[in-house]
């Protein structure tokens, strides 16, 4: 297979305390949005950063990775419902600590044993979890409906 390369681009102005930027996805699938310290370091309505934007993109790996390993065990997931929480940790050290995956399934014909094997070789498997494997803890909770 090919490589698909993705692009978002960013742009800052001034300094990490009171400088303000934005970032752009090339896809045009997502608005441009604006970034800056504040985002990261507490909530801010209508902008996002880094950490949010890792854990749209651990979620929705993890959703389709275990839709995959779900199918190939014959079964169909009506719906999965993905969290991941991604831990910015402001202290002696600045990062990325933990990415928290919650998934709550519908899959008719799993048992919760079977749900939680799955989970977990999805989490493990992900393009997005290997990723960050190593250097970012990384929690599983699941539980089917």
Known sequence: MPEVVNRAKAVWQGDLFHG????????????????SWATRSSKVSGKTNPEELIAAA???????????????????????????EVVFSIGDQVKI????ITVVGKVPGMDQASFE???????????????LKGN??????AKLE
């Open 97 to 100: 600590s933990e990415s928290r």
């Open 58 to 84: 651990h979620a929705t790996c993890f959703a389709m990775a275990l839709s995959n390993i779900i199918a190939k065990e014959g079964k169909r997931a009506e719906k999965l419902e993905v969290t991941a």
């Open 136 to 141: 970012v803890a990384i929690s599983l909770t």
């Open 117 to 131: 094997k799955a989970a977990q070789a999805a989490k493990d498997g992900c393009p997005v979890s290997k990723a």
């Open 20 to 35: 303000q930027g934005m970032v752009s996805f090339d896809s045009g699938a997502l608005p441009t949005v604006d970034v």
